[in-house]
């Protein structure tokens, strides 16, 4: 009987060092590299982001955490571009920006929305090491 009690204690320990182990794993940092999808590139390197959309572009600055369930919600900007030449005295129309969402395995979902007027700009879907498609404006 206290071999069998032994065994289950054991045994117990034993998941509970696997289960922490899977949820440190989780949280962390955004991982580095190239992400893409559908009309959107993001490029994520040690302490910042840069994206790349159809007709704009942004810029995450700080650390890129995650939490244990692979969550983020993480401040930028986002930039709205246009086409045709730009002229010397144009200046570019940056907004702050969040940018949340989450991380499974190598698929990523991100939403990003204009901090000063709370506007979605959208959800997108991104795979990690994918190049994204993005047509820019002409």
Not at 55 to 75: E, S, V, W, Y
Not at 90 to 103: H, K, M, N, Q, V
Not at 105 to 120: I, Q
Not at 128 to 137: A, L, N, P, V
């Amino acid at each position: 009987m206290f071999r069998k009690m032994e065994l289950l204690l054991l045994f117990v320990a034993g998941l509970g060092l696997i289960l922490a182990h899977d949820s440190q794993a989780q949280s962390g940092k955004v991982p580095s590299g190239r992400w893409g999808g559908q009309h959107i590139n993001l490029e994520v390197s040690a302490n910042s982001a840069a994206i790349e959309y159809d007709c704009a572009h942004g810029a995450i600055q700080g650390p890129l955490d995650i939490d244990a369930q692979g969550r983020f919600k993480l401040k930028g900007t986002h930039t709205i571009e246009r086409g045709g030449p730009v002229r010397k005295d144009e200046s570019a129309s940056t907004r702050p920006a969040l940018y949340t969402g989450s991380i499974e395995g190598e698929t990523m979902t991100l939403t990003v929305t204009l901090s000063d007027n709370n506007e979605e700009v959208g959800t997108f879907k991104l795979v990690k090491g994918q190049t994204g498609r993005i047509f820019k404006c002409m």
